[in-house]
């Protein structure tokens, strides 16, 4: 069944594995990081080809979704590469899996 309360992501698009990363929060999952692999999404994750999904959290409140990516913004580049490998070792893009399930907001991004 699909939840009617709005979810937050913050999440981070990398361009290959240890490659140029991008940080970004969203209430639509999905519709946003599609934005980005179509080269709409930003002109940065457009110029260096960062359209791999690689990491996500989800939250209730938009408030705390927006700290979480702050927070990502301030650290330095090695820990978010250790925090991406903590869930998700091979980098593997996780786009395909979340676009096939079907309980993610389809709200504006």
């Known amino acids: 069944m699909v939840s009617t309360q709005q979810r937050y ?3 981070i698009l990398a361009s290959q594995p240890r ?4 940080i970004g929060v969203t ?3 999905l519709g946003r990081v599609e934005l980005h692999r179509t080269g709409k999404g930003s002109g940065f994750t457009s110029k ?3 359209s791999m ?3 996500f959290e989800e939250f209730d409140r938009i408030e705390e979704a927006i700290q979480r990516e702050k927070s ?3 650290y330095l ?3 978010k590469i250790n925090l991406i490998e903590q869930s998700n070792p091979q980098w593997i893009d996780l786009y395909p ?3 096939a399930r079907n309980d993610f907001s389809s709200g504006a991004s």
């Open 53 to 55: 999904l690689v990491w």
């Open 9 to 11: 992501w913050a999440y």
């Open 97 to 99: 899996g979340l676009a």
């Open 48 to 50: 260096y080809g960062v």
């Open 19 to 22: 490659g140029t990363l991008y």
């Open 72 to 74: 990502l913004k301030r």
């Open 77 to 79: 580049r090695q820990w």
């Open 27 to 29: 209430n639509n999952i």
